[in-house]
């Protein structure tokens, strides 16, 4: 089993800072990819930024300039620095994670639970 543990969401007035972590433990073989997504209300769940393993972080074009991805690859943790934060951003964020957990196996998609983000005066 993979679980993915999020921590970091919460409410910030516009222009405030948060920041998201992600941690993945159990089962791994192989991390190939961790990034974030966000869904707000009545919209579809849109990729914010990936960071995949010995590759380079690429961003949607809303987060460029106000978001970094990094990652700590000892840990398998995946934390998201959002700054200048908008109303815009208000949405649950959710890490995921594309790995194998064995050498002859394939790959899967794991996600947490998401977090809230709101970002209101």
């Known amino acids: 089993q993979v679980q993915l543990v999020e921590s970091g969401g919460g409410l910030v007035q516009p222009g405030g800072s948060l920041r998201l972590s992600c941690a993945a433990s159990g089962t791994i073989f192989t991390i190939y990819n961790m990034g974030w997504y966000r869904q707000a209300p009545g919209k579809q769940r849109e990729l914010v930024a990936t960071?995949?393993?010995?590759?380079?972080?690429t961003y949607a074009d809303s987060a460029k300039a106000r978001f970094t991805i990094s990652r700590d690859n000892a840990k398998n943790t995946v934390t998201l620095q959002m700054n200048d934060l908008k109303p815009e951003d208000t949405a649950v964020y959710y890490c995921?994670?594309?790995?194998?957990?064995?050498?002859?196996?394939?790959?899967?998609?794991?996600w947490g639970q998401g977090t809230q983000v709101t970002v209101s005066s």
């Open positions: 995921y994670v594309d790995l194998s957990r064995h050498w002859s196996w394939g790959r899967s998609d794991y």
């Open positions: 960071f995949p393993t010995g590759g380079v972080a």
